[in-house]
């Protein structure tokens, strides 16, 4: 019973900055990893982040490495992402998902996904 809540979406400028949260229903929320990814309209979904149960493993896609950073707080349920350097090309519905295995960034590894939250970049 794992349901997932992203929140911290909305619209920045360039070079602004947003916080994604993404809090978590269960207990046992501390045992699956969690990816982030993204869809622009007319695009395909696509990887940014994810990260290990521990925390201890972090993976990036090469558009953001440098500017969003993945980080969990398993005590609150909560796993964060922290956008930095913020570009119009960062527009798209941010989605967290769940998943019992080792982070990955295909999408089918994640059994559990959030409805998404809104982050709009304006030039």
């Known amino acids: 019973q794992v349901q997932l809540v992203e929140s911290g979406g909305g619209l920045v400028q360039t070079g602004g900055s947003l916080r994604l949260s993404c809090a978590a229903s269960?207990?046992?929320?501390?045992?699956?990893?969690v990816g982030w990814f993204r869809q622009a309209p007319g695009k395909e979904r696509e990887f940014v982040s994810s990260i290990s149960w521990s925390g201890r493993l972090t993976d990036y896609a090469d558009s953001v490495k440098g500017r969003f950073t993945i980080s969990r707080d398993n005590a609150k349920n909560t796993v964060y992402l922290q956008m930095n350097s913020l570009k119009p090309e960062d527009t798209a519905v941010y989605y967290c998902a769940a998943g019992g295995g080792l982070p990955t960034k295909r999408s089918a590894a994640y059994a559990y996904w959030g409805q998404g939250t809104q982050v709009t970049v304006s030039s």
């Open positions: 269960g207990r046992t929320f501390s045992s699956y990893s």
